[in-house]
């Protein structure tokens, strides 16, 4: 296999699974700010999206998307379980990583690319008015501070479960962290989280 890897939170969120997992793969690096994914041979050979990371399987089947290559790597290396090893671990996992995924990633990222990072993204992809980038920004806030009440006595999202939930939240608030969307000091579950995930050595990966 073969992780094609650049810049940004999403795939961080990949090479911290990878981390969890144990795992060492080869790794290639795609320019983003170069626009090497938005042209060939990438964006026609690899990634027809135009996005990363991208996971090449050992058949030269390419896997995209966050989450099902997560997913992927989950079913072919199971230990440890970052998804869940029962079906009900599993559901928990994914309702958890959907809530964060829409809730939470979906508005923080477009807030960035609406605002700090327009220069970069607007000759890439239609975006929403800079006017809008608060109001997205805003919408992330108030879902951390829902989700800040439900971590209330927990560990991890999934309570003693460290899992594909707790990656992609703590990769997107790192991001967030240095573009201008700071975690809310009200959060402080979230806030202990944080560091709790912080310390893991898979965190910088």
């Known amino acids: 296999m073969k992780l094609y890897n650049s810049t940004g939170p999403n795939p961080h969120v990949v090479r911290m699974f990878i ?3 144990g795992l060492s793969l080869p790794v290639e690096a795609v320019d983003l700010m170069a626009g090497e994914n938005r042209r060939p041979p990438y964006a026609d050979k690899v990634n027809v999206a135009g996005q990363t990371p991208a996971l090449e399987l050992d058949d030269g089947t390419v896997v995209c998307e966050v989450t099902a290559i997560c997913e992927y790597l989950e079913e072919a290396f199971p230990q440890p379980p970052l998804i869940g090893s029962t079906a009900q671990e599993r559901a ?3 309702m958890w990583t959907r809530r964060i995924d829409l809730n939470i990633v979906e508005p923080l990222a477009g807030g960035f690319r609406a605002a700090e990072g327009r220069q970069i993204f607007e000759p890439r992809m239609r975006l929403v008015r800079l006017e809008a980038a608060e109001d997205l920004k805003a919408i992330a806030r ?8 439900q971590m209330a006595g927990k560990t991890f999202v999934c309570g003693p479960r460290f899992t594909l939930a707790d990656i992609l939240l703590f990769c997107f608030l790192a991001f967030g962290a240095r573009v201008g969307q700071p975690l809310p000091t009200e959060a402080s579950h979230i806030a ?3 560091e709790r995930v ?4 898979s965190a910088s990966a």
């Open 192 to 194: 202990a989280w944080f």
């Open 198 to 201: 912080k310390g893991r050595e």
């Open 19 to 21: 981390a969890e997992k």
């Open 142 to 149: 108030d879902k951390l501070l829902w989700l800040d009440a």
């Open 92 to 94: 928990e996992t994914r």
